[in-house]
């Protein structure tokens, strides 16, 4: 296990988190948890959810193994980037000419006047798709070199370009901070594209790109697109259930009262945070030499990544998930609690967080090992997975919610992620988790999740005192 890589990577995503905090702590102190950050999350949402789709989910995981594998790898991968840049922008602009359609299928229950209200924000923030793809695809051929930082760090760039928009609108009328939130989001995905064509050139892989133009015509890279093809389109299905969840999520709390679609957008990125970190950052590092390892036929070298990668997430992600529900209040205080973001949100919002916290050490194993099937080319039994997954959050959602609310549509994450976990476990083969954790390491993380739960419900009760 490379833990430079791992670490690079968890710097680059922590930096980019704290931004990230930075800039939502500032958006709930000038919109609060309202029907207008309600908006701007809505807006906002679909981009993102096209965006881990299609480029930093089925895109790296479906071009990795094939660019590994590949013989032509310049030609390859210009040939991919062009058919897949000429879709994003064809799709961008059917979101731009139809604006209101697309909102609705964002928030169903909303007005026709709330739903125009959305519409221009909703087509402006959607061609930041078009710039994180090219980040993306950029980015993946620094990952096949080990380079993590950059795509990680870049992140922050957007963040900052958004807390210049707050800093400087805040006092405007709700409709004009909008209007500058979306602009800065396009800025923030200009500088993230800059930055990683600077690294490029600085790694010399500009060159591999310009010769697969120049010989794009010349060179048969017919065998590696179908392989690429055979590989996204179950990439693309089992990346979109956890999005499709996270619409549904946004569709169903559209039916309560206001400000839940709020509560789960602050709480998710909280929850966002230790996943990120944590599990993503580590799963990224590792996928690359993974897949060489399968690659090449060395399954040992790849089973020992796995096993070590292992016992790091589950030391780290049992105290973060402890940590998150024990604290959900005092974290929320101490991050939102500002100007127009009151107490009671507060309290909702908490009550979200220690929801999505029960699910945090399934979905972060389940990335890790989600990662070992992608690696191995199994994406087709990965998608199943996640359909299978996202039935029983759809189920235990339009349960949950009717008494719980938004609590209940976190919850019914949780337990999506539990089934994603045991699901992935078992076709990664049980044994397999068996011999990981046949190991004193696992005495040594029951003693540290006792003495961490009493720790933290000692300092809670000082806390709560305090903030009460």
Do not use: C
């Not at 609060?32 to 309600?38: F, R």
């Not at 701007?40 to 660019?67: C, D």
């Not at 760039?157 to 989001?185: D, G, K, Q, R, W």
């Not at 967080?353 to 050490?361: C, K, N, Q």
């Amino acid at each position: 296990m490379k833990l430079k890589s791992i670490f690079s990577n968890s710097f680059g995503i922590l930096l980019s988190r704290i931004t990230g905090l930075g800039r939502n702590t500032l958006l709930a102190m000038t919109l609060g948890a309202s029907g207008y950050s309600d908006m701007f999350f809505v807006a906002f949402k679909l981009a993102n959810m096209f965006r881990r789709i299609f480029a930093e989910g089925a895109f790296t995981q479906a071009f990795m193994p094939s660019f590994v594998d590949a013989k032509q790898k310049g030609v390859f991968a210009t040939a991919i980037f062009l058919r897949f840049m000429l879709f994003i922008v064809a799709i961008s602009l059917l979101v731009t000419i139809f604006p209101e359609s697309v909102t609705k299928l964002l928030a169903w229950n909303w007005s026709s006047e709330k739903i125009a209200q959305t519409a221009p924000f909703t087509a402006i923030n959607f061609w930041y798709l078009d710039l994180i793809f090219i980040v993306t695809f950029l980015g993946t051929l620094l990952q096949y070199r080990e380079h993590f930082i950059t795509t990680a760090v870049s992140t922050a760039l957007l963040n900052l370009s958004m807390i210049a928009a707050l800093y400087f609108y805040m006092n405007e009328s709700p409709s004009t901070i909008l209007y500058a939130l979306s602009f800065s989001v396009l800025i923030g995905g200009l500088l993230q594209v800059v930055s990683h064509l600077f690294v490029l050139k600085h790694l010399n892989l500009h060159r591999l790109l310009i010769g697969g133009w120049k010989y794009r015509k010349q060179k048969d890279v017919t065998q590696a697109k179908k392989r690429f093809s055979k590989l996204f389109v179950p990439s693309v299905w089992g990346n979109s259930a956890p999005q499709f969840a996270s619409y549904l999520d946004t569709f169903l709390a559209s039916f309560l009262i206001t400000g839940s679609i709020s509560y789960l957008f602050y709480a998710n990125l909280l929850f966002q945070l230790p996943l990120g970190l944590i599990a993503i950052a580590t799963a990224s590092a590792l996928f690359p030499a993974i897949s060489k390892a399968l690659s090449r036929g060395d399954e040992a070298d790849a089973y020992k990544n796995l096993a070590q990668a292992f016992w790091l997430l589950a030391f780290l992600l049992s105290i973060s998930a402890i940590g998150g529900i024990i604290f959900a209040e005092p974290i929320i205080w101490l991050l939102f609690e500002y100007g127009a973001f009151t107490s009671s949100m507060r309290v909702e919002t908490a009550h979200v967080l220690a929801m999505y916290m029960i699910g945090l050490l399934p979905y972060g194993l389940a990335k890790l090992f989600s990662m070992f099937l992608y690696a191995s080319h199994r994406h087709k039994k990965a998608a199943k997975i996640a359909t299978i997954a996202l039935v029983v959050n759809i189920f235990f959602s339009l349960i949950l919610m009717q008494n719980m609310g938004a609590m209940g549509l976190a919850l019914a994450g949780s337990i999506g992620g539990w089934t994603l976990f045991l699901l992935t476990i078992k076709e990664v083969g049980f044994s397999k988790l068996i011999t990981i954790l046949k190991n004193r390491k696992l005495i040594y993380l029951i003693i540290v999740v006792i003495l961490s739960l009493l720790l933290f419900l000692f300092l809670n009760n000082l806390l709560m005192q305090w903030i009460r």
